[in-house]
Structure formats: C-alpha cells, structure tokens
C-alpha cells in the first residue's frame, strides 16, 4: 500500500481524533443541568471565556490550559463524585463549585488530594470558616450580606412587620439565620419564621401564613426557582410585603419565574460587573456572541485569572504555594478589579451592592435612596 493511499484511509480518523493533550488541565463544577442550570451556566460560561482568552495570548508561562467540566446538581453527593472525578483525571486546581453546599463537601476531597479550590460563587460562611487551607473565595460571605439587608430592613422599613422564610438547605438556612441573628443585634424579633423544602412547587399555604401575619418585609432565603413561585404565592394571597433577599435572586431567571411579582424585589450582591472598566472589552464580546455575562459570569471568568496570577507570581502549579499566595494579601487585577484575599481565603475588602427589580430586570441601586415613601408597597 502506497502512503499517498494509507494516507487517505486514515484521514478521517486523524479529524476525528482528540485534541492533544493540554499542558495544565483544571476542573469546574456547577449546576449544568437540573432546577439550578441557568447559575451553573454562568459559571461554565465565564470559565470557559477565561480559558479561551489566556490561551489566546500564550496561556500561563507559555503552557496553555484545558478545563475539564463537572456536573454536579448543587448537590453534595453529585459534588464528591465530581470532585473524585477530578482527582483522578489530575486537575491542578478546581473552579466552583457554584453551590455552598456543593463546595463545602467537595472540599474536603481537593484538601486531601492537595488541589486549590477558587469558588467565584459559594457564600456560605462555612466554607472558609472550616475549609481547609485550599479554599478560595471571590464573592462576599453570606454573613456580610446578612448583616447589610438587616441594616436596610431596619433603617428603611422601620415598624414593619418582618417574615423570614428560608429553604431547609444549610446554605440558605445559615443565612436566615444570620439574617435574623443581625436584626435581633438591632433590637428587632421577626413575627413569623419559615421554612419550605427546597423542590417544592406549592407556596399557597406559605404565602397565606405571611398575608395573614400582616407582614410589611419578607426575607427569602432560596434560590431564583421558588423564589419566583413564591413570590407569585404572595401577590396572589393579597400580601404586598417588600421581598428582600440575598444574590440568588440576582439572576434573569428569577424574573422569568416570579413574572411581574419579580418588581420591587431587594436583593444584595457584589457590584454589577458588567459596569466595571476593566471588564467593558470581555462584556462586549459576551454580548457579541449572544451570552449574558450576568450575575457570577464575570466572577467565574476572574476566579481563573486568580490562579493564573498565583501561577505567575510563583512559578509553580504547587495548590499549597498557590493557597499561600493567594492568602498572603497579595493584590492582583481581574475583571471585577483589583482582589486580594485575607488568610482565611475570603475576600479581604468585600463590598456589598444592591439590585431592585424594575420592569422585569434587575438594576443596581443606592440604598440611601430607597426611602419608605418611595418602596411602600403595604396596603
């Protein structure tokens, strides 16, 4: 057989062929399908826009990188099976996973094997607070956010009836709890306090318990999906109370659930990315390809420029000198501007945000202008 002839025969294996290898291979984990798909995407998204743009120029120290993705349902069993699958295929760092409750077990199982794990995503305080020393965090503790939405309930909404209600999840549970811990600091005890399954699709009986405790403000600890249903369950009861609640509501997919009881809807959250400076360039090509960079997009795309400023400044893909650096205070820019992280591996300058949903999207707002007169919704 000529090779001219072997040639031809082959050739189509040859296209169909994996990519070679390459040199640094890193995992990333979120919600990619189930009820919590559209915040796993925001991740996937910004990783893989990361990955692209610092292959593009050269990658890290002239090795580029390739991303391995793992599903893992927001759910602490699916998340140890992706972060095994990681371990086993040799990632050299982690990004994600999206969920608290996701992060925290899977953290266990990169502190053993000794890979870095960057979270753009998990707030939960426990993740640092008992992680390990290969934790990372980019967004602010759900206790900062707690603390921030009791400030605004009590200086704006002053004499109003307060209800928390929460999904029975840890990482929600945490933060009604700490919601709840920074009003009672203020002198201020909730009328009513509930919790709902998480997956559950009927809020009628909920939503009927808060219209008749006569309830001005509602706390809700859950994510977008029955957010928004219960949202509806509220309006529908008759009960115009302020919704007020953490970034899990900062996401279109909230208003796309909730309809028109979305607006109005208080929510906190890092400061909206998209405005940033540097991040004008990498927001205009998202948008030019038809992706949103909303919500954790941006942070996702900045948790891998922490680990490649980390592998800069060291000269190695060692988790532990990785972890140190990152921890040490070290300053570095992103697309969310300047970070650094404090020993502990959260943010060592958080700054907390407000959205309001208007019209059926979120825009960023300043608290001192959220006067009672101007947000009373009450009968």
């Known amino acids: 057989m000529t090779t001219a002839r072997l040639t031809l025969l082959l050739l189509p294996l040859l296209l169909s062929a994996p990519p070679a290898l390459a040199d640094i291979l890193i995992g990333a984990a979120a919600p990619l399908s189930g009820p919590y798909a559209g915040l796993g995407e925001q991740l996937r998204r910004g990783v893989q826009a990361a990955v692209e743009d610092l292959n593009a120029t050269g990658g890290i120290k002239g090795e580029k990188l390739a991303v391995q993705f793992a599903d893992d349902g927001c759910d602490p069993r699916k998340a140890i099976d992706a972060a095994t699958s990681f371990v086993s295929a040799g990632v050299k760092a982690v990004i994600g996973h999206y969920c608290?409750?996701?992060?925290?077990?899977?953290?266990?199982?990169?502190?053993?094997?000794?890979?870095?794990q960057i979270s753009p995503a998990s707030t939960n305080p426990k993740f640092t607070d008992e992680g390990g020393w290969n934790v990372i965090r980019l967004v602010p503790r759900d206790d900062a956010q707690a603390v921030a939405a009791a400030a605004l309930v009590t200086d704006r909404f002053a004499g109003r009836k307060l209800a928390v209600v929460s999904d029975q999840t840890a990482a929600f549970t945490a933060l009604a709890n700490r919601f709840t811990a920074?009003?009672?600091?203020?002198?201020?005890?909730?009328?009513?306090?509930?919790s709902f399954?998480?997956?559950?699709?009927?809020?009628?009986s909920l939503a009927k318990q808060v219209a008749e405790s006569g309830a001005g403000v509602v706390?809700?600890?859950?994510?977008?999906?029955e957010g928004g249903l219960i949202a509806q369950a509220l309006r529908a009861a008759g009960s115009q109370a302020q919704i007020v609640s953490g970034d899990s509501l900062v996401t279109e997919d909230y208003g796309n659930q909730a309809k028109d009881a979305a607006n109005g809807t208080l929510s906190t959250f890092t400061y909206d990315a998209r405005k940033f400076p540097a991040a004008q360039g990498l927001v205009q090509r998202l948008r030019a390809a038809d992706q949103n960079p909303e919500g954790f997009t941006l942070y996702a795309y900045a948790a891998v420029q922490a680990l490649a400023a980390a592998v800069e400044a060291t000269g190695t893909l060692d988790s532990t000198r990785l972890a140190e650096w990152l921890r040490g205070g070290n300053r570095f820019d992103t697309t969310v501007g300047p970070v650094s992280f404090d020993a502990r591996g959260d943010l060592a300058n958080p700054a907390i945000a407000w959205f309001k949903w208007v019209d059926g999207r979120y825009v960023e707002v300043d608290?001192?202008?959220?006067?009672?007169?101007?947000?009373?919704t009450t009968p």
């Open 367 to 376: 608290p001192r202008t959220l006067l009672p007169p101007v947000l009373d």
């Open 182 to 194: 920074a009003l009672q600091q203020r002198g201020v005890t909730p009328a009513l306090q509930l």
């Open 100 to 116: 608290s409750g996701a992060s925290i077990p899977a953290s266990k199982v990169y502190q053993k094997a000794g890979i870095l």
């Open 197 to 204: 399954k998480a997956g559950a699709k009927d809020f009628g």
């Open 219 to 225: 706390y809700l600890a859950g994510s977008y999906v």
